[in-house]
């Protein structure tokens, strides 16, 4: 049983859609994190928020927007997605604050798996 | 910047045998390190961490890794594999550079454990 809950497991959407990925934590974790997943494929950071703030986003296309709502969810809204945006959704937590704190495990969830038709 | 190189894509092991996973560091500061089990269907699990504490660091399911800082190694050894060993592997590194107060992973390219009767 992981801490992070992710909700849907599957999501099969087409290209003009709009969805949104599900993310809770109650670990008291305040840095939370979106990854995507490709087949055989380490995953790749797509968002970090830290105390509800977005503090990274590396460089992903406008049709993945996040939110976080409150200290312990995680949303990931899409909208207009592509075939190759395929992929497992994976969102993590882990404890933040100080400097020290990069040393702390990120904890993550099962993902969802998208599949764009 | 930091970094992990995982030697080899795919391990094959005997039920029984011992196994090793192989993962090097690049670093300009002493590193976080980090062993991820991916399970097919699943997220990732942390096995096991070294964080500048004692240089052999054991973790779940009998998985211990050895820090060896002029090897620039952080592999990943168990004495007696099991079947349900067989996963996907992750070494991963903190970026300590950030001063963020929370962590951000690199990730290897990961080592498929196969486990055979």
């Known amino acids: 049983d992981t801490e992070v809950t992710q909700t849907p497991k599957h999501l099969v959407m087409g290209m003009t859609n709009k969805k949104s990925l599900k993310c809770e934590q109650h670990m008291g974790h305040r840095a939370m994190y979106w990854y995507k997943q490709k087949a055989k494929k380490p995953p790749e950071l797509m968002f970090v928020?830290?105390?509800?703030?977005?503090?990274i986003n590396e460089s992903v296309p406008s049709r993945f927007s996040p939110e976080c709502p409150n200290s312990s969810l995680l949303n990931l809204h899409l909208h207009a997605l592509q075939p190759e945006d395929s992929a497992l959704y994976l969102c993590a937590s882990s404890q933040a604050g100080t400097a020290s704190y990069s040393n702390q495990p990120q904890h993550f969830g099962d993902g969802t798996r998208l599949s764009i038709l | 910047a930091q970094s992990v190189t995982q030697l080899g894509s795919h391990v094959s092991v005997s039920e029984g045998a011992l196994v090793l996973l192989r993962c090097n560091y690049s670093s300009s500061v002493p590193p976080y390190l980090f062993w991820y089990v991916q399970y097919p269907n699943q997220g990732l699990q942390l096995l096991l961490k070294?964080?500048?504490?004692?240089?052999l660091v054991k973790g779940i399911n009998g998985f211990e890794a050895e820090f060896k800082k002029s090897e620039t190694s952080f592999h990943l050894t168990k004495p007696s594999a099991h079947m349900s060993d067989a996963a996907e592997y992750f070494c991963?590194?903190?970026?300590?550079?950030?001063?963020?107060?929370?962590?951000?992973?690199?990730f290897g390219k990961g080592t498929m454990l196969l486990v055979s009767p």
């Open positions: 928020y830290s105390y509800e703030k977005l503090s």
């Open positions: 070294y964080t500048s504490a004692a240089t």
């Open positions: 991963a590194v903190s970026d300590r550079g950030m001063n963020s107060g929370y962590s951000t992973l690199t």
